[in-house]
């Protein structure tokens, strides 16, 4: 099981939309999403990044993911690239396989 995690926030060619045209270019990406969700990926949840958070790296939203296997995480990483997500949003993502803090915490301390 993998981890998928993203970080994003609007760039000026966004903003520069009109609602009309935002919610026509998020239009057709319910169908493909629910597909994906169809497959295995599980929206863990989507947020607002509050203001006040620390070290918040400017990022206005987030979301996470679990998705069972990396072929599925292949392949939403591409619908998103597809998308021309990248075109309107800078994005910071970070995936990897579902660990608990001992692992991890282990992982560090060798490195």
Do not use: C
Request: no cysteine; charged share 15%.
């Amino acid at each position: 099981m993998y981890l998928f995690v993203e970080i994003w926030k609007p760039k000026a060619s966004w903003l520069a939309l009109t609602a009309a045209e935002r919610g026509a270019y998020f239009e057709p990406l319910g169908p493909v999403i629910q597909g994906m969700v169809n497959d295995g990926l599980d929206i863990i949840g989507w947020g607002i990044n509050d203001a006040d958070t620390p070290n918040n790296g400017s990022f206005t939203y987030f979301a996470a993911y679990r998705i069972p296997t990396l072929a599925l995480v292949k392949q939403f990483e591409a619908t998103v690239e597809g998308s021309g997500w990248y075109n309107y949003f800078e994005q910071v993502n970070a995936r990897g396989l579902l660990m608990g803090p001992p692992d991890v915490l282990q992982h560090l301390a060798m490195v």
